[in-house]
Structure formats: C-alpha cells, structure tokens
C-alpha cells in the first residue's frame, strides 16, 4: 500500500468505473434488501444509474474537451448520470451526493484525503437538504454521515487510510439502521416492522466506499 | 420468493415500450418529446395555463393516460414506481409551457417531491412560473395532523380533472392553483389489498399476503397498511373503509361528494360494484348525497388485486369543474 496516494482525473475516473461496476455485481443485494422494507426497485434504479454512469465516463474524451480532465467532472458525470436514469428518490439523493460533492471540489487537481473530506461533506449537506432528512431516519444519510465524520477527521493523512476509515464507519452506520424505525420514503409506513431490517441506500453507500478503498489500496 | 407471470417483452424495456404503445393508442392527440419519457398534447393553445402531471411508471392508466381535453397537458413518466427524473419533467414542462405558467400536479411521495423540485428550479431558470400541488389524500399513510406525510392515491384523478378543467378555463395560475389546493383539501382515500403486485424487472411480489389475508390501508407501492386481517366480506371491508374516509375530513350529513372506486389491476368489476352498493347504502345512511360516481380502473399497481374508495367533498365550483367533459386514455365522460 502507496500511503502518500493521491489521485488525478484519470486515476478518479478509473476508481469512479470500479464503482459502479461493484455496485452493479450487488444488484440483487439490493433488491432484496428493499423488498424487505420498501417496494425492491432499489437494485434496479441503481443498476440504470451506475450504467449510465459508466458510459458517461467512458464517453469523457479529455482529448476533445479537456475541460472535463477533472476530478470534478468525473464526479459530476456519475452524479448527473444516477439523477437521469435512476429516477425516484434514490437518483434524487445519490445523484446530489455525487454532484453537490463535486461541486465542492472544483479547484481540485489531485484528490487525497483532505479534498475527500470536502467531497463527502458538501456531498452529505446536500443530500440532507434534498431530502429533508437527518440522521437517524434509516437511510442512506445513516452510513454516509459516519463516513463523513471519519474522514474529516483523517484528512491531514493518507487517502487510502482515510477510505479504509470511511468504508468501516459507513458499515457500522449501515449495522445501525437495523435498529432504526423508518419514518421517512416508502419505508415509513411500515413503522415498528422495519425494525430489524437494514436499509438499502446505506448498503449502497458501504458499496460504494469499499469499492474506493479497495481501488486505492490496490494502486 | 414467488415471481408472477406478466405478458411483456425484455422486462428492461417495459416503460418504454408501453409508453411507444400508450402512444399509438392516443391516435395522434398525444406526442412524445425525443429523447425524453414524456408525452404532451399535439395542441396546446397559446396563453392556456399548462397542467403537468406525472410519477412513476406502472400504475396506468395514471399518470400519462390522462392527457387530454379538460384533463393534463402533459405527463412526465419514470421508471416503474420511480419518480421521474428532473430533466424529463423539465423538458415537459418547457413542451406545455404557452405563456401562462404550468402547474405540476403529483403525488406526495418523497422521489416525486425531490425530482419535481429539481425541475421547479431548472424551469424557473428559464422564466417559467411554476406552482406545485401535491396530492396527499391517502388517510391510512398517516393521522390528519400529519398531512405532510400522506400520499397520494386515486385521489389524483379527481385532482387531475378538476385542475384540467380549472386550467382549460381560468386565464391565470393563480385560479387554477387555488382551485385545485381547494379540490386537495376535499379529497380523502383509503385502498385495500388481496395480493401483492410484482415489478416488471425485478419479477418479485412487493409483499407477500396469505391466501386468507386482507390488507387496509395498503399503499399503492405495496406500503404496508393500517391493518392485515382475515378476509372479511365486502359489505363489511367497505364499512370499515368508508367509516375512516367519512371519519377523517369529516364529510358530515348535507355534503354532497364524488364517489370514485378504483380498481388496483386484479379486482373484478363484479367485485367493485358490490362495493359499490355498499358505499352508496352507508352514505345514504349517513345523509350523504353522491353527486357523480365512478367505478372502473384508473391507478394500478400492477396486478395487485384491491380497490381504494375516494370521497370527495363537492361545492358550487369544484361540481363545475369534474362536470366538464373530458377525454383521455384513462378517463373519459361526456
């Protein structure tokens, strides 16, 4: 493991790939996930937004138009990508996730640690003000706030530390939506008998952190 | 995990294929915009007050069957029960826009708040006036002090008439928008469930009821209900049912109501106007006079079998709206 890794635009576009095709092979993870507490479209919105994101990643030709040689565009192309395609409340959320995350980053060359932290963080501010959600409500926002926090607080070190920390902190948030009653989205309606159950988007955001610390770990 | 069987092509492509037939179906009357899973009248007049509905896909005829004369200008689709995406529902909103202001018409569900939201702001970017009305006439989504957090459910089609009647007629968005929060504030809903729909894609039940089972309450996603019970009669099911509906506005002796059962994809018309007769015998009995009646299909959710009653509570000018002739796919009366 390379502790001083940072990463350019091609290195995040190839991290953002590995992603999306993780979350992909965990389609049916998904589905079942939210047959259990929700109505099991979860697996495939995902699979239609991660798709889409990696052809928009593929179709970034830097050569063409090097503007886009960002780490904030490639950011910008997965979170556009999940709003378009995914539809509904998760390409709602996710989508802003990636795209409010970006945003915060454009003057980014190379990201590492500190530059992640902002990421996550505008990305998390965002979500919450899409969805007029707070911690708590067995969602996404469950795993994504802890990883937040885990990563601020790792951000003057190495970013393939700070992922390993944020991908273990998402895990024990995703843990802890088990015992969390939803009282938000579809969900909500089951009250006690969500109790018991994980919550899909937060499975999504363990996936998605995993998959980033397992790219950097293997750079 | 039990998987039903459905009559369809690559089950990937079922929202675009039936949106490609819902389409031809129109006959002309209806377009669809390139590129995006949205279709809107041929002939919008200049300076009409555009009515724009939509939601997710799986429900027809709801939404974009209702596109038509006094009913929606346009409808923006999702995916199967995913709201649709902000960019389809702003390219919609641009294709109906004359002038005069759209008023997006939807479902309170938390995907539909976000993405119609999104594509408020990205109209309003283009100088396009927008007003939101969410339907919320789902009483076993949450107690009346929660109104924020019902849903919407066939109460959108009453919504849809009376805003497309309202937009036909009235010159301003603000008339069109007070009339149709008027009609919101009327409107009450409570669907029950026999068996689960399954998603095209995924070929899984949302939920799983036994076979002597009813559910009250049910959501029009499967959301679980207010209670799951032995399979009762009709005569019954429909006491319960509208004792909660008459209970919550409260509609009281005097009112006169629209009357709308609506079957979810599986129920027998048989069975929906048994139901009937029972709703008619208990508003009779509680001085409640139905001044239209509607029973048929409008909001599914897929093949669950079921019905929802919808009551809602009629003056001068809302009777005048839904008393206007209207023609769509989904709803049509002279």
């Known amino acids: ?219 | 995990m039990v998987t039903n069987k459905k009559i369809i092509n690559d089950p990937r492509q079922v929202t675009s294929e039936m949106v490609d037939g819902l389409l031809l179906a129109y006959d002309g009357r209806v377009r669809k915009l390139d590129g995006f899973l949205a279709l809107v009248k041929t002939t919008i007049p200049e300076g009409k007050v555009a009515l724009l509905i939509g939601g997710g896909s799986g429900h027809e005829p709801l939404f974009h069957g209702f596109i038509g004369t006094n009913m929606a200008d346009g409808a923006a689709c999702g995916q199967v029960f995913a709201a649709p995406a902000p960019d389809i529902i702003h390219a919609a909103a641009k294709a109906v826009h004359r002038g005069k202001g759209v008023l997006f018409l939807y479902g309170n569900y938390a995907g539909d708040n976000m993405n119609f939201d999104m594509a408020v702001e990205l109209a309003e970017e283009d100088g396009i006036d927008v007003r939101t009305v969410r339907v919320r006439d789902d009483v076993a989504a949450a107690p009346p002090d929660r109104l924020a957090d019902r849903r919407g459910i066939a109460g959108d089609v009453y919504m849809i008439k009376i805003a497309g009647g309202a937009a036909a007629e009235c010159k301003a968005l603000d008339e069109v928008e007070r009339i149709a929060r008027k009609a919101e504030a009327n409107v009450r809903s409570m669907a029950v469930a026999v068996s689960a729909g399954s998603i095209p894609e995924t070929g899984k039940l949302t939920f799983e009821l036994a076979a002597d089972e009813i559910e009250i309450g049910m959501g029009a996603h499967g959301e679980a209900g207010v209670r799951r019970e032995k399979l009762m009669t009709a005569d019954t099911v429909t006491q319960r049912v509208v004792a909660e509906l008459l209970a919550d506005l409260p509609f009281s002796a005097g009112d006169e109501v629209a009357l709308l059962i609506n079957n979810l994809g599986a129920t027998t018309m048989m069975e929906m106007l048994i139901v009937n007769r029972s709703v008619r015998a208990i508003l009779a009995q509680a001085g409640i006079k139905v001044h239209r009646t509607d029973v048929g299909t409008y909001l599914t959710v897929q093949e669950m079998a079921g019905f929802s009653i919808t009551l809602m509570r009629l003056d001068e000018e809302l009777k005048h709206y839904l008393d206007l002739p209207a023609e769509s796919i989904g709803y049509s009366r002279m």
Do not use: W
């Open chain 1, 1 to 219: 493991m390379n502790n001083s890794v940072t990463l350019d635009a091609l290195a995040v576009r190839n991290m953002l790939r590995s992603v999306a095709k993780h979350v992909l092979k965990n389609v049916d993870v998904l589905t079942d996930a939210d047959l259990a507490i929700g109505d099991g479209d979860h697996g495939i919105g995902m699979r239609r937004g991660f798709e889409a994101a990696l052809d928009s990643l593929d179709k970034i030709d830097t050569a063409e138009s090097p503007e886009l040689n960002t780490v904030k565009a490639a950011f910008e192309a997965v979170g556009s990508s999940i709003i378009s395609h995914t539809g509904g409340a998760a390409g709602a959320v996710f989508g802003t996730l990636f795209r409010a995350g970006a945003k915060s980053i454009a003057d980014v060359d190379r990201l590492d640690a500190a530059g992640f932290a902002t990421f996550l963080e505008a990305g998390l501010a965002g979500v919450l003000k899409r969805g007029g959600v707070v911690p708590g409500q067995k969602t996404m926002v469950d795993a994504l706030a802890p990883a937040s926090i885990a990563v601020r607080e790792h951000a003057n070190g190495a970013l393939n530390r700070a992922l390993l920390l944020a991908a273990d902190a998402a895990l024990v948030g995703l843990e802890a939506t088990r015992n969390m009653v939803a009282t938000t989205g579809k969900a909500r309606s089951l009250g006690q008998r969500s109790l018991g159950h994980v919550d899909p988007g937060a499975i999504t955001i363990v996936l998605i952190l995993s998959a980033m610390r397992d790219y950097c770990a293997e750079i």
